[in-house]
């Protein structure tokens, strides 16, 4: 019963699992994860892209986006529409899922931290400076270049890269996004990422939990929309 769907549901379903999951690790008391620092937590979501992106496909998504940013950068590439109220939907719905099993696998560890904004953290990103305006470029550079890293790498032009190669090449360019970028705001480079555990955090009955961080929320979803959409017209004029 594989679908575009379904492929795109379960991906990101795994993506925030694992990738919201080492975030839980790192911060929450009473964690063997716990304070084990940046490089973990950039390492961890590096490897929660490549799963993300294998389950998506064995579930039926040839494109495995696990990103609105990505569907829509491809779209306006492309000029084709057709697969954003399939994939949108759906990755939106696999984040928000994604963060519930984060809640359930780390059940016990809530209660245990006191800190409202490292509970927050392991839902949703928030900036190290709060600076909109840097903070929307932050998220909108980082975008970008995910995007044009993705079509690099698949890129007839480098006929030798195969579909499995690539993904790892996607995984070390998250990584690398991470770990150059991903100070300034938490890279969330994905709305789907960022609104759908956020929007778990409110729902939740998470013990110790403050404020969901309406305030900033737009801003990680309207930035890599933004981003996206750049580096898809940026690619059509180019190329």
Do not use: C
């Not at 904004?117 to 995910?146: C, M, Q, R, Y």
């Amino acid at each position: 019963m594989s679908s575009p769907f379904l492929g795109e549901l379960f991906g990101t379903f795994i993506l925030i699992l694992l990738g919201d999951g080492v975030v839980a690790g790192v911060l929450l008391e009473k964690s063997k994860a716990k304070d084990s620092g940046w490089i973990v937590i950039t390492s961890a979501w590096a490897f929660a892209v490549i799963l993300g992106v294998f389950v998506s496909k064995a579930f039926g998504s040839a494109d495995a986006h696990l990103n609105p940013a990505v569907t829509l950068a491809f779209a306006v590439q492309s000029g084709d529409y057709s697969k954003i109220p399939i994939y949108l939907p759906a990755q939106f719905l696999g984040a928000f899922l994604g963060a519930i099993a984060v809640y359930l696998h780390y059940l016990p560890h809530w209660k245990e931290t006191k800190d409202q904004g490292k509970i927050l953290a392991v839902f949703s990103t928030d900036p190290a400076i709060s600076h909109p305006p840097s903070n929307f470029i932050s998220e909108l550079l980082g975008t970008f270049v995910l995007i044009v890293g993705i079509h690099s790498i698949f890129s007839t032009q480098i006929p030798d890269v195969t579909t499995p190669i690539g993904v790892f090449f996607v995984g070390i360019l998250v990584w690398v996004i991470g770990l150059s970028m991903g100070g300034t705001t938490g890279y969330a480079i994905n709305p789907a990422r960022d609104l759908g555990p956020r929007l778990a955090h409110y729902l939740l009955p998470i013990p110790n939990k403050g404020s969901s961080g309406w305030k900033y929320s737009w801003l990680p979803i309207l930035a890599p929309f933004v981003g996206g959409s750049a580096a898809g017209l940026f690619l059509k004029l180019i190329l």
